[in-house]
């Protein structure tokens, strides 16, 4: 199984900040990698497919990079409705699997 | 609007079985896959399989074969998983959520809410 792992585990940032969360798989996956973000008690949210590929409707302040190994999520200027537990997650081979998460707390 | 609706919660005793449904939308139902992704509490996101609800073909994570069955029903739009032999470790939200189509079937678009399932003598 391919291993993902993100980092850092959690984090807090102010309203306007630039954050950026990072993916690092353990066996090259090209570019299939999705990043999805999680709010508590809510069903995930897709952002991001193909590494960069901004999903129907997600909003430009999220951007992907990266491909092989190492990816990162970057949002430019956070806004209080952006505080979620976000994860990356591999689909170049089954099972899929995802990181393990990466939560954006407000400092 | 593509809509994932999902049944409710179930509480259910240890060596039970639980069925969840995820009804389809506002798209062409066979067109695009369905998968399922369980959460237990306070931890990540797990896949646990897929459907082709074209064909009924499935795959399954190596984890889950024998225990879990995905099904569905096109009549109604709906997709079905059935998780057997419960124990406690199966407490958890599972969700489903719509892959694509073709080359892009592994690739979630829209996810149901969600249904907690609560595994206790």
């Known amino acids: 199984d391919i291993q993902m792992t993100q980092s850092p585990s959690s984090l807090s940032a102010s309203v306007g900040d630039r954050v950026t969360i990072t993916c690092r798989a353990s066996q090259d996956i090209s570019i299939d990698l999705a990043w999805f973000q999680q709010k508590p008690g809510k069903a995930p949210k897709s952002l991001i497919y193909?590494?960069?590929r901004l999903q129907s409707g997600v909003p430009s302040k999220f951007s992907g990079s990266g491909s092989g190994t190492d990816f990162t999520l970057t949002i430019s200027s956070l806004q209080p409705e952006d505080f979620a537990t976000y994860y990356c997650q591999q689909y170049k081979s089954y099972p899929l699997t995802f990181g393990g998460g990466t939560k954006v707390e407000i400092k | 609007q593509v809509q994932l609706v999902q049944s409710g919660a179930e509480v259910k005793k240890p060596g039970a079985s639980v069925t969840v449904s995820c009804k389809g939308s506002?798209?062409?139902?066979?067109?695009?896959?369905i998968h399922w992704v369980r959460q237990a509490p306070g931890q990540g996101l797990e896949w646990m399989a897929w459907?082709?609800?074209?064909?009924?073909?499935?795959l399954y994570a190596q984890k889950f074969q024998g225990s879990v069955t995905v099904t569905r029903d096109t009549s109604s739009s709906t997709a079905y998983m059935d998780l057997r032999g419960l124990t406690s470790d199966d407490t958890a939200v599972y969700y489903c959520a719509r892959g694509g189509v073709g080359a892009t079937a592994w690739i979630f678009d829209s996810w149901g809410q969600g249904t907690l399932v609560t595994v206790s003598s």
């Open positions: 459907i082709n609800p074209n064909s009924g073909g499935t």
């Open positions: 506002g798209y062409i139902f066979t067109g695009n896959y």
């Open positions: 193909g590494a960069s």
